[in-house]
T-cell receptor, first 113, second 113 residues
Framework: GAGVSQSPSNKVTEKGKDVELRCDPI?????LYWYRQSLGQGLEFLIY????????KSGLPSDRFSAERTGGSVSTLTIQRTQQEDSAVYLC???????????FGPGTRLTVT | GENVEQHPSTLSVQEGDSAVIKCTYS??????FPWYKQELGKRPQLIID?????GEKKDQRIAVTLNKTAKHFSLHITETQPEDSAVYFC????????????FGAGTRLAVHP
């Protein structure tokens, strides 16, 4: 079956612009997670959803970052007024239930110029 | 705070040798410890995981050990092959459950023929 998909695969934006990153989890997966991976670094947890609810937003780097999930499926990560330090690969993962094996998407490579 | 330390950051072995990667975590309530393999330009993929009620788990050439008292866990790869070359990430669950994974910084493993 289809895995986790993300779009766009690459995004180049100018500093100060807003961007939206999309994640389509595996069908039926109730939990969804967003991570950020800077070049050569580990995975930084940003936020997770259980259904449409995000109980823990503590990982979001600043108030410029927000995320939502609708219909228990697609999630959107929005970064407002992008900064150069936002440049990274943004990875989405989903799991059948909270705490289950996480399956990662291919990521969105964001470059802020 | 929530922290996972991973060592070494790079590891170079000859084909056929064993490789060991070690991680320590800060939260004694952590109870889920997965390991991910990330090949260059690809998404992380789960290779093995262990839960806190188990001390050791094996899957063919891969094994993971967990010492809850010392708060550390290790990945062991035996009879390494060139295709094992990748970046390996350990992770530990936080927030009292499986809700959030905190990842180590990664180990770049190179297996030389």
């Amino acid at each position: 079956g289809a895995g986790v998909s993300q779009s766009p695969s690459n995004k180049v934006t100018e500093k100060g612009k807003d961007v939206e990153l999309r994640c389509d989890p595996i069908s039926g997966h109730t939990a969804l997670y967003w991570y950020r991976q800077s070049l050569g670094q580990g995975l930084e947890f940003l936020i997770y959803f259980q259904g449409n609810s995000a109980p823990d937003k503590s990982g979001l780097p600043s108030d410029r970052f927000s995320a939502e999930r609708t219909g228990g499926s697609v999630s959107t990560l929005t970064i407002q007024r992008t900064q150069q330090e936002d440049s990274a690969v943004y990875l989405c993962a989903s799991s059948l239930e909270l705490g289950g094996e996480q399956y990662f998407g291919p990521g969105t490579r964001l470059t802020v110029t | 705070g929530e922290n996972v330390e991973q060592h070494p950051s790079t590891l170079s072995v000859q084909e056929g040798d064993s490789a060991v990667i070690k991680c320590t975590y800060s939260d004694s309530a952590s109870n889920y410890f997965p390991w991910y393999k990330q090949e260059l330009g690809k998404r992380p993929q789960l290779i093995i995981d262990i839960r806190s009620n188990v001390g050791e788990k094996k899957d063919q050439r891969i094994a993971v050990t967990l010492n809850k008292t010392a708060k550390h866990f290790s990945l062991h790869i035996t009879e390494t092959q060139p295709e094992d070359s990748a970046v390996y990430f350990c992770a530990a669950s936080f927030s009292g459950g499986y809700n959030k994974l905190i990842f180590g910084a990664g180990t770049r493993l190179a297996v030389h023929p």
